[in-house]
T-cell receptor, first 115, second 113 residues
Framework: EPEVTQTPSHQVTQMGQEVILRCVPI?????FYWYRQILGQKVEFLVSFYNNEISEKSEIFDDQFSVERPDGSNFTLKIRSTKLEDSAMYFC?????????????FGPGTRLLVL | KQEVTQIPAALSVPEGENLVLNCSFT??????LQWFRQDPGKGLTSLLLIQSSQREQTSGRLNASLDKSSGRSTLYIAASQPGDSATYLCAVMRDFGNEKLTFGTGTRLTIIP
């Protein structure tokens, strides 16, 4: 069964450094998302992406964040200058062409630790 | 702003028992509601999706109900098994064109063999 994959599974970085989290969505999916979950807290929406542009973003997704689909298969989240509070599990998700019963399929996550 | 709450935060039951997990949301203007399962250190697996026009959905031993007007959903698990141990999350989508999911805090379920 096709799955969303994410790399790396864990990343440790120093505050102020740039990180790029990578995702490979399911191949025929057209909608892509990033969510994050700070330890012990809710899963929070960051951004949705369709047709090579951001369709919606949350208040969390400020100028330090960017997303890209560089080559038609990968979907990346870049954090330009990491802060301590960016430490969280980051989930990528994808969905096929819109349909009433279509859910978002989530990857296993990247655990980011900012020191 | 939509708020999603799940009660209880944690639940332990002996194997074989039936159980109910609760989810409430403050804004009844939703497009659909989903129940997910999250295993430790893993991603989210969709269990059931209920459209706003539906009352319930069933998959195997799982049954989810939706009362949109009162802002409530329940997930019923029949004949619980140790493999059901996980955190269960509910999430609502506001509009068809508004893709983001708003998640609850989750219920951590432990099935005691």
């Amino acid at each position: 069964e096709p799955e969303v994959t994410q790399t790396p599974s864990h990343q440790v970085t120093q505050m102020g450094q740039e990180v790029i989290l990578r995702c490979v969505p399911i191949s025929n999916h057209l909608y892509f998302y990033w969510y994050r979950q700070i330890l012990g807290q809710k899963v929070e929406f960051l951004v949705s992406f369709y047709n090579n542009e951001i369709s919606e973003k949350s208040e969390i997704f400020d100028d330090q964040f960017s997303v890209e689909r560089p080559d038609g298969s990968n979907f990346t989240l870049k954090i330009r200058s990491t802060k301590l509070e960016d430490s969280a599990m980051y989930f990528c998700a994808s969905r096929p062409l819109a349909g009433d019963q279509e859910t978002q399929y989530f990857g296993p996550g990247t655990r980011l630790l900012v020191l | 702003k939509q708020e999603v709450t799940q009660i209880p935060a944690a639940l332990s039951v002996p194997e074989g028992e039936n159980l109910v997990l609760n989810c409430s949301f403050t804004d009844s203007a939703i497009y659909n509601l989903q129940w997910f399962r999250q295993d430790p250190g893993k991603g989210l697996t969709s269990l059931l999706l209920i459209q706003s026009s539906q009352r319930e959905q069933t998959s195997g031993r799982l049954n989810a109900s939706l009362d949109k007007s009162s802002g409530r959903s329940t997930l019923y698990i029949a004949a619980s098994q140790p493999g059901d141990s996980a955190t269960y999350l509910c999430a609502v989508m506001r509009d068809f064109g508004n893709e983001k999911l708003t998640f609850g805090t989750g219920t951590r379920l432990t099935i005691i063999p």
